[in-house]
């Protein structure tokens, strides 16, 4: 079975910097394009960014919101996908979820999501 | 961006009632959209993808249709366990908008 775990989240202050993590098992990893998806509290679902495979390029692609402030890595190896944030806002506080990306009929769907990870930016 | 709208925001129902929540897109995105399902406390899960094909292990009581702009998710005999917040999102073009989610609940 899929099983996508994250963690990493935490309290920072305004302007700090986490990098959250997602170890995933189940498939192969290294194959996967993968997606980052947060939602702040009692809140909508906020598509953040993107990776394609080490085959592909390890291409990202951001969210205008995050866009300089976040980075989206992998580690093949570990079969870990990561979320560097920086210069931390409040209105980046939110659940962070990875999900993997299914590409069928020519169109993308997020079709296995970690449980998220919690990121709280306060003073 | 484009900007995908969901209606109702919420909405009540019966068990063994047919519900529809519907989605329209800022402009045309084919058949580039897909359904999600959050309950409370949970990640959400894949229903639909590409407008009407229903992900694997979805109840088939589960249906979407629609292309261009207007598409419509539809629960047919709706059950206790489809008590969630139903999310719209287009896969058109990033950013991969999401609508701003459908609260069900039962009468």
């Known amino acids: 079975d899929v099983q996508l775990v994250e963690s990493g989240g935490d309290l920072v202050k305004p302007g700090g910097s986490l990098r959250v993590s997602c170890i995933a098992s189940g498939f192969t990893f290294s194959n996967a394009l993968m997606t980052w998806v947060r939602q702040a509290p009692g809140r909508g679902l906020e598509w953040v960014g993107h990776i394609s495979s080490k085959t592909d390029g390890e291409t990202t692609e951001y969210a205008a919101a995050v866009k300089g402030r976040f980075t989206i890595s992998r580690d093949d190896s570990k079969s870990t996908l990561y979320l560097q944030m920086t210069s931390l806002k409040s209105e980046d506080s939110a659940v962070y979820y990875c999900?993997?990306?299914?590409?069928?009929?020519?169109?993308?769907?997020?079709?296995?999501w970690g449980q998220g990870t919690l990121l709280a930016v306060s003073s | 961006d484009i900007q995908m709208t969901q209606s109702p925001s919420s909405l009540s129902a019966s068990v063994g009632d047919t519900v529809s929540i519907t989605c329209r897109a800022s402009?045309?995105?084919?058949?580039?959209v897909n359904w999600y399902q959050q309950t409370p406390g949970k990640a959400p899960k894949l229903l639909i993808c590409v407008a009407s094909n229903l992900h694997s292990g979805v109840p088939s009581r589960f249906s979407g249709r629609g292309s261009g702009t207007d598409f419509t998710l539809t629960i047919s005999s709706l059950q206790p366990e489809d008590v969630a917040t139903y999310f719209c999102?287009?896969?058109?073009?990033?950013?991969?908008?999401f609508g701003q989610g459908t609260k069900l609940e039962l009468k």
């Open positions: 402009e045309t995105i084919g058949s580039y």
């Open positions: 999102q287009q896969s058109y073009s990033p950013p991969y908008t």
């Open positions: 999900t993997t990306i299914r590409l069928k009929w020519g169109a993308s769907s997020f079709d296995h």
